[in-house]
């Protein structure tokens, strides 16, 4: 029964893009969402081409108290010799979020399912918070 097969293929494939669209809503639809996602993939394009200066300039003011230039340009060095240079990434999701009671503050969590030349299936962790001149910086980052 070839019809039957092909109908519930049909069926599996329009549920799993329901999904999908009720699990991802536009980034139009909330401009936080698309700004900064705008401002995370700017700072990733950065990440890929090493630019230690680029990113450790454009992170959030709480980047900068975590971590040193110094040891942030270390870090990236220890990732890019354990990972290798970045094939390519699809985002997996992007959520807004108002910190913690220790952390309070206005962010967005992106995560990312990407492909690196050492690392075929590694996740990338981007966090994002809005600074008080309104614009998004990155305030956190993790390879895993």
């Known amino acids: 029964m070839p019809?039957?097969?092909?109908?519930?293929?049909?069926?599996l494939l329009a549920l799993a893009c329901g999904a999908l669209a009720v699990s991802f809503p536009a980034f139009g639809q909330d401009p936080r969402l698309s700004e900064a996602h705008s401002a995370g993939m700017a700072w990733l394009v950065l990440v890929d081409a090493d630019d230690v200066a680029g990113t450790y300039d454009s992170a959030a003011r709480r980047?900068?108290?975590?971590?040193?230039?110094?040891?942030?340009?270390?870090?990236?060095?220890?990732?890019?010799?354990?990972f290798g240079r970045n094939l390519r990434r699809a985002i997996v999701s992007i959520q807004p979020s108002s910190g913690t009671p220790t952390t309070p503050g206005e962010f967005v969590v992106m995560v990312f399912r990407s492909e690196f030349e050492k690392r075929p299936d590694a996740v990338e962790t981007l966090t994002l918070e809005r600074e008080a001149d309104g614009k998004w910086r990155v305030a956190g980052y993790l390879m895993r």
Not at 3 to 11: N, P, T
Not at 63 to 77: C, K, S, T
């Open 3 to 11: 019809g039957a097969h092909g109908s519930r293929r049909k069926a």
């Open 63 to 82: 980047f900068h108290d975590a971590m040193p230039r110094e040891q942030w340009g270390q870090a990236l060095q220890a990732a890019r010799d354990q």
